[in-house]
């Protein structure tokens, strides 16, 4: 395990010996971007700018919360851009789990290119952990910090998590005073719903998927139970089911909870019967358009955490 103190101590050394002027960082408002965000930020204060791009694929109210944390509770120089309509612009159509990540990787950095140059920023920090780089070289997945950065791309990378594992990064995020909606908070990915909507990607399927798994995460708070990953997946084939005596022709929702240590490994929970009948009940009562409602038992491996 890593020792915190002494991480942070030298990374914010480093960082003010490779970051020479203005940089920005990609915020999501993971843990792993937090983090490199309040090391940049303790190292050159206001010449790092944070960038939280909306790309339409955030978890319910998620940009609302990351507004009020970093800028209001942090004092970080906070840029909130809604890039929405490019994300399902550029991904319209495409159903390849692959194409997905990289489009909205490679679009990512154009965007953030776009901000650096306005910014007279030449440094792009991201939250890049070892599992991300070690899934995307191995061919498992591409993870869009990786895989997804296009060739010839201008800004250079600052990663001082790069080596770092999740259970590690939550250590340092406690050490650094993070509030426990970031440093405990639940692994999201990049590409965020657009890669738990199995298929081609719709604004009506992303409101679905969206509706769905915060229920899963309201419930899991709920019953007390601390997953590694609690969420909510739309398949893409619908089924039939009856909804008020009447023949409904909706979606599947699959959901998944598992523990994990480190992500490189998976196991899915037992959870108890009751909760995931409460969760059923709700997503099939509350959300339009779903008829059925699954549970996921594979573990990693054989299966990914997430879907795609």
């Given amino acids: 395990m890593v020792d915190a103190q002494k991480f942070i101590e030298e990374a914010i050394e480093e960082i003010r010996r490779t970051v020479k002027g203005k940089a920005i960082i990609a915020l999501s408002g993971g843990v792993d971007s937090s983090v ?12 790092l700018v944070a960038v939280f791009v909306d790309h339409g694929f955030m978890r319910k109210n998620e940009p609302k919360q990351i507004e ?12 909130m851009i809604d890039a929405s309509d490019r994300f399902f612009d550029a991904i319209r159509g495409v159903t390849d789990p692959e194409k997905k990540r990289k489009i909205i990787g490679e679009l990512f950095i154009r965007i953030f290119e776009e901000v650096a140059k306005e910014e007279k920023a030449e440094y792009l920090v991201q939250g890049t952990i070892a599992p991300d780089w070690i899934e995307s070289h191995g061919g498992i997945k ?29 250590e340092v995020a406690r050490a650094l005073g993070l509030p426990k ?22 604004r009506e399927k992303i409101e679905i998927v969206r509706e769905a798994n915060a229920i899963v995460e309201e419930e899991v708070e709920k019953a007390g139970i601390k997953p590694w990953q609690a969420f909510a997946v739309l398949m893409n084939d619908k089924t039939v089911g009856v909804k008020g005596d009447i023949r409904d022709y909706g979606y599947t929702i699959a959901v998944r909870i598992v523990e ?3 992500a490189m490994t998976a196991t899915a929970m037992e959870v108890d ?7 059923m009940k709700r997503i ?6 779903v008829t059925r409602v699954l549970y996921d038992i594979t573990d990693k491996p054989p299966a990914t955490i997430e879907f795609e």
């Fill in 36 to 47: 490199a965000a309040v090391l940049v930020h303790k190292a050159i204060g206001k010449n």
């Fill in 284 to 289: 099939t009562r509350e959300v339009p358009n």
């Fill in 260 to 262: 994990s240590v480190d």
């Fill in 142 to 170: 591409s993870h869009h910090n990786v895989a997804g950065l296009p060739s010839g791309m201008k800004l250079k990378l600052v990663e001082p998590l790069r080596d770092l594992y999740k259970d590690e990064v939550r």
């Fill in 181 to 202: 909606e970031i440093s405990e908070r639940m692994p999201f990915p990049g590409p965020g719903l657009a890669v738990r909507v199995l298929g081609e990607v719709t």
């Fill in 68 to 79: 009020e944390i970093f800028r209001n509770k942090l004092g970080m120089n906070l840029r």
């Fill in 273 to 279: 019967w009751k909760l995931l009948k409460t969760i």
